[in-house]
């Protein structure tokens, strides 16, 4: 055991290590001299992925079925295969259309919707919450070991039915919430971009694999013999035989297999830290490159030691004596390793941080810019307009996004999260994101996707989802009665949650993934066959699907008529502040060949360049929103859009014959 104030002493100074990395790297930033701008820290950053799920949770899952536990990481592994074809394009689309996350990159898709970037950031926030719980409940039950209170040592037990008030808990939320604010929010950039939080993700990713890789080892070579003595001692136990076959106890089957990889490769994807990592902070393209191997290696490298962990800890503690997911902190306190326990546990806490923080973070750019802001902009009488300037609105709305996150995330570890082990809460978020796959997948890829086709698509999607998922997670913990489970809402039997319409014999996230994702596809192709996509939408669609053919030159929104310039200074300047709107007003200017702002001239062209500036500090709905307000847009039919594209393509290929001709002529 380790005294309560050794251990609060480790976590806040790794944590002001963190904020000093994450300083260092926007002074550095400031100063144009990038520490992020290379592949193996954009790689390393993507390694968010691995949370305390993988840090805790997958010995727990190899400890009660074996290799079961791979699929979360054969997904991302086989997605990474193909990230040069999907996430490319979506690294594209994001820079072209000044897209700061998920729910503005399938708002803009679908005629930059109001209403579809809402019901995106609704289902992000709703279906990340478990996840962020699942960080609480395994930082919680770290400390509690360490200190011995918690009694977690039993399967399900040592639960201490206390107050929320004298919850530590609930102050673990609130710490993280206040550094989350302090990496994330201490000012409004209008890229999105966070260097110092993506240096600081870098090397947490370092820290918690140094940490895994130093329990396995000492569990592998010092408590055991090597790979063969542990293996050869779990062959001749009958009751862990099972760990080690394809087919043993706590298997999901091959169904079971091929579903979970598949939402774990979506998961990679669509969370939204990950879309955060990988899509808006990429500063290079070619960084993708080297990363679609340098990921999996991590993967591979931080999984290595999961079997060996999790044989040691069953050889020493034994089945039901010893909860599995705290095998890689047991052991060494079991051995009197004080000092490997507490590392242990730094890098829990390390990725446990991590997540919780990007995601944080991302969540909160899409609360504001996708759900509050157009609230506020829509209602006179919030007196938006009277105000000239809107920037510390902004951080305000996001740092108290942050903090609501963090205290549901809580909510439900306090209502839900001691009824499951970790692996299956996280399981629950993989579910909810992959509800984006259709929408995004199905815009980047089809002209012919509609608002109206995706709104169906992830109402019905996530609707589904909540049903097999997230209300069986309430009826598990005694939130609701048991026999909404075992037979179904007022006793219709083929209306029970985890198995819909008789569908059975499956585990249940699989059940979940099936059901909900055939309603989304299905309402999403049927309803966008069903209507034509309005001219805003298919001039999006054309630039989403044509990014690569259509260059980043073709503008992104169709005016009619402009604006006068001191219309849009002000209008800008409310949101970036004056003097970095003037700086890139005056930028612009100078790229025109003009000497200074005074020289510009409101055209089509200067009023996309301003909504450009605005989509990265509210999203691209509400940025559209706040340009009509001063420019009189006529909507343009969809012929009209079309053609614009197509001129716009035959400018761009004639100017590239030229460029040969010339290089030829040149040779």
């Keep these: 055991m380790l005294p309560g104030w050794l251990i609060v002493a480790a976590s806040f100074s790794y944590l002001l290590v963190l904020f000093a990395v994450a300083y260092f790297g926007d002074r550095r930033a400031d100063q144009g001299r990038s520490i992020i701008s290379n592949a193996w820290t954009y790689a390393l950053s993507i390694a968010v992925y691995c949370t305390a799920w993988t840090y805790f949770g997958s010995v727990g899952r190899a400890a009660s079925g074996g290799i079961w536990f ?50 995106v950031t609704i289902i992000a926030v709703v279906g990340t919450v478990p996840y962020i719980a699942l960080q609480l409940k395994a930082i919680s039950s770290g400390y509690g070991l360490l200190v011995g209170e918690l009694g977690a040592l039993r399967d399900g037990e040592g639960a201490v039915d206390s107050g929320w008030w004298t919850d530590g808990t609930l102050y673990i939320a609130l710490t993280l919430a206040l550094f989350t604010i302090l990496f994330g929010t201490r000012h409004l950039d209008t890229t999105e971009r966070h260097e110092g939080m993506v240096a600081a993700i870098a090397f947490e990713s370092v820290v918690k694999l140094l940490a895994f890789l130093a329990v396995g080892i000492y569990v592998t070579f010092v408590l055991y013999d090597g790979f063969g003595d542990l293996y050869a001692r779990a062959v001749a136990e009958p009751d862990l035989a099972g760990v080690l076959v394809f087919d043993g106890t706590g298997s999901i089957g091959y169904g079971g297999w091929f579903a979970h990889v598949v939402l774990a490769g979506l998961a990679v994807i669509f969370l939204p830290r990950q879309f955060q990592i990988m899509v808006v902070e990429n500063v290079n393209e070619q960084h993708l490159r080297r990363a679609t191997w340098l990921f999996p ?9 999961v079997i060996p962990i999790a044989l040691g800890g069953l050889l020493h503690f034994g089945r039901g004596t010893v909860d599995p997911d705290t095998f890689v902190l047991t052991l060494p306190l079991a051995h009197d390793q004080a000092a490997l326990a507490l590392l242990v546990f730094v890098g ?58 963090l205290l549901l995330g809580y909510l439900y570890f306090r209502l839900a999260g001691e ?249």
């Design 70 to 119: 791979l699929p979360t990481y054969l997904g991302p592994t086989l997605a990474m295969s193909l990230a040069w074809l999907v996430v490319l394009k979506m690294i594209r689309i994001a820079r072209t259309h000044r897209i700061t996350s998920i729910a503005d990159f399938v708002a803009s898709r679908y005629g930059k919707s109001h209403l579809l970037g809402g019901l």
């Design 348 to 405: 829990g806490l390390s990725a446990a941080t991590g997540m919780v923080i990007v995601e944080a973070i991302a969540l909160s750019t899409m609360v504001c810019n996708d759900l509050v802001m157009p609230m506020l902009l829509h209602v006179r009488r919030f007196g938006l307009a009277a105000r000239r300037d809107l920037t510390g609105l902004l951080l305000g709305i996001r740092r108290g996004a942050i903090v609501v996150v």
């Design 419 to 667: 009824a499951y082990a970790l692996v299956s809460i996280g399981l629950i978020s993989f579910a909810a994101v992959a509800q984006f796959a259709p929408a995004v997948l199905g815009g980047m890829y089809w002209r012919g996707g509609t608002r109206e086709g995706a709104l169906a698509g992830l109402s019905a999607g996530f609707a589904v989802w909540a049903y097999t998922l997230l209300l069986p997670s309430f009826a598990k913990s005694g939130w609701l009665a048991r026999d909404f489970l075992d037979a179904g809402p007022f006793g219709i039997g083929l209306l029970m949650p985890e198995q819909l319409f008789g569908l059975g014999g499956i585990d249940n996230v699989s059940h979940a993934l099936f059901w909900s994702l055939l309603a989304n596809i299905g309402c999403y192709l049927g309803v966008s066959l069903l209507r034509a996509p309005t001219g805003q939408e298919a001039s999006q669609g054309t630039l989403f699907v044509d990014i690569f053919r259509r260059g980043e030159s073709v503008p992104t929104s169709f005016w009619r008529a402009g604006a006068e310039v001191r219309e849009l200074l002000p209008l800008v300047a409310r949101f970036l502040g004056e003097r970095r709107t003037r700086d890139a007003f005056a930028a612009y200017a100078r790229s025109h060949g003009l000497s200074g702002i005074d020289q510009l001239k409101a055209d089509p062209e200067l009023v996309h360049f301003a909504e450009t500036l605005l989509a990265g500090a509210i999203g691209s709905a509400s940025a559209r929103v706040m340009v009509s307000t001063v420019v009189k847009e006529e909507p343009l039919g969809l012929d009209e859009v079309m053609n614009i594209l197509d001129e716009a393509s035959q400018v761009r290929a004639y100017s590239h014959q030229l460029e040969e001709k010339s290089r030829a002529l040149e040779a």
């Design 297 to 305: 290696a991590y993967l591979l490298a931080i999984n290595i030691f």
